[in-house]
Every structure is written in C-alpha cells, then in structure tokens.
C-alpha cells in the first residue's frame, strides 16, 4: 500500500507539473505574450546571415521585414488556435487525477481547482 502511494504521489507530482507548464502556456497566450520573444533575438541574426554579402534595397529589405512580420502573425494565430486543445488536455488532467482520489476528497479538490484557475490570470501580470 506504501508504494502504491508513493507511486500515486509521483504520478500526480508529474502531472501537476506538466499541468502548470500547459497551463502556464495558455495564460501567457491567452495574455498576448510572445512566446517567440526568445526567437526572435537568435533568429534575425541567423536569418541576416541569409543575406550577408547581398546587397539589399531598401525596398527588398522593407518587404523582407514585412515578411517577418507576417510569419509572427501566423505564429501567433496558430498558438492561439490550440487553446482550446491545451484548455481540453488541463481539463482531462484535472479529471484524471480527481479520479484517483476517493470520493471525500473530490469537493475539496475541485475547491482547490477552482482557486488555481481563479489565481492563472493574476500570476502572468
């Protein structure tokens, strides 16, 4: 029994942290956050290197900004087409892992859901 609970415990350690990064995700989606920031500042160097030694217009190197840009828009509206896919996969976890518990501890367990939720959008200010 011991280990059965050890077991338990580990598989809902593990799946609380794949739950917050998931839902982290969503919320800094959610927020307008890009998740590309952190592209952003190694991919134009490596992309310039795509030009280096070319001699660019201005104009060739307006419409390559602008193509940029729009590859970041897509991106964004890609992520935040799969919200509602990541929403479900949170969603089921929360189910799954409710189910494991016995049914005494199910009201204080979607007590404690619900706060988690409450708290999501006040954490990525």
Do not use: C
């Amino acid at each position: 029994m011991k280990n059965r609970a050890r077991t338990v415990g580990i598989l809902l350690l593990a799946a609380t942290f794949s739950v917050g990064a998931l839902g982290g995700m969503a919320v800094e989606e959610a927020m307008g956050l890009d998740w590309f920031d952190f592209l952003d500042e190694d991919a134009a160097p490596s992309e310039d290197r795509l030009f280096a030694g070319m001699e660019l217009t201005g104009a060739q190197r307006a419409r390559i900004d602008e193509i940029r840009d729009l590859r970041e828009d897509r991106l964004e509206a890609y992520w935040a087409s799969r919200l509602p896919d990541i929403q479900r996969i949170v969603d089921q976890s929360y189910g799954d892992m409710r189910a494991v518990l016995p049914p005494d501890r199910h009201a204080d367990f979607d007590r404690r859901v619900r706060e988690l939720r409450a708290r999501a959008p006040a954490e990525g200010d």
